[in-house]
């Protein structure tokens, strides 16, 4: 994908990540890719952060707006999974986020056993094609909806990997 495409896929998860005003705006970068991603098939590997951005701009905008993020992000949500499984049937190191992002929706979607069965499979998936930070990603969203010594085990696994990987976004993100 061209180099709007990373720009406006930058912009997105740069806003979205900044909470706030910016991100009901990267809703609009997050469209931009998502009408690219979906009309064109996946080309290479290296393009995955432009069929994920979608996703987690819009669940991310659907989580932070409660009840009303449903009818809001839920449209865009679905779709944004759905391009993004797509990439992971032909680029095998998209297939632990894919299953990530569905987890967030299945939760958000108030579907907690499917939720999770997504989390274990994205943290199988990650483990099997050693993929350290969407591995670090799964832990987090377990611990993330879990409660007791589970919660904490898994958010414990995600700090570790992210203070190996030193991700300090991440890092954060378990730290709170």
């Not at 996946?42 to 819009?58: D, H, S």
């Not at 409660?66 to 499984?85: D, E, N």
């Not at 909806?145 to 589970?150: K, L, P």
Request: charged content about 20%; glycine content about 8%.
């Amino acid at each position: 994908h061209g180099g709007m495409t990373c720009v406006a896929t930058a912009v997105a998860i740069s806003r979205a990540r900044r909470g706030g005003q910016r991100r009901r705006s990267a809703s609009t970068h997050a469209g931009q890719v998502l009408a690219q991603t979906n009309t064109a098939p996946p080309t290479g590997f290296g393009a995955i952060e432009a069929y994920v951005a979608p996703a987690e701009v819009y669940l991310s905008l659907w989580e932070a707006n409660g009840p009303q993020g449903r009818a809001l992000w839920r449209t865009a949500a679905q779709q944004a999974c759905k391009v993004l499984h797509r990439f992971a049937k032909v680029f095998p190191v998209g297939q632990p986020r894919a299953e990530l992002w569905q987890g967030v929706f299945y939760w958000l979607d108030l579907k907690p056993a499917l939720a999770r069965r997504c989390w274990r499979k994205s943290l199988s998936l990650a483990t099997r094609l050693c993929m350290p930070y969407e591995h670090g990603l799964a832990h987090y969203e377990l611990g993330r909806h879990e409660t007791g010594a589970e919660r904490q085990q898994h958010l414990l696994c995600a700090r570790d990997i992210f203070e190996r990987l030193d991700t300090s976004y991440e890092l954060a993100r378990v730290q709170s």
